[in-house]
């Protein structure tokens, strides 16, 4: 089992970057895939984006391709999520998740979700 703790959410302005962290406890963390999540007012969960446990594969949604990079390091037990040339449809909730069995891009079969933090990016 493993327990997750996003942070880095705020503010920011359109053009802006921030750089979300996701911290995990116990010691299984280099075990799962894990993925980014977001949910904005509204609107239903949306993958983001996804790493294989040992960071050799990612994969995006689209919309943000070339924009946003996600990285994880094993040995400090955290996923990252750099967001660069922010906009303001950027702005939801952001979820960290861990799958047991491989990248994903469905929701449905990730295990372990984090509380979120919030992302908001003014115009």
């Known amino acids: 089992q493993v327990q997750l703790v996003e942070s880095g959410g705020g503010l920011v302005q359109a053009g802006g970057s921030l750089r979300l962290s996701c911290a995990a406890s116990g010691r299984t963390f280099s075990r799962y895939a894990m993925g980014w999540f977001r949910q904005a007012p509204g609107k239903e969960r949306e993958f983001v984006a996804a790493i294989t446990w040992n960071g050799g594969t990612t994969y995006y949604v689209d919309s943000v391709k070339g924009r946003f990079t996600i990285s994880r390091d094993n040995a400090k037990n955290t996923l990252y999520l750099q967001m660069n040339s922010l906009k303001p449809e950027d702005t939801a909730v952001y979820y960290c998740?861990?799958?047991?069995?491989?990248?994903?891009?469905?929701?449905?079969?990730?295990?372990?979700w984090g509380q979120g933090t919030q992302v908001t990016v003014s115009s």
């Open positions: 998740a861990a799958d047991t069995n491989g990248l994903t891009v469905r929701a449905d079969e990730y295990d372990y």
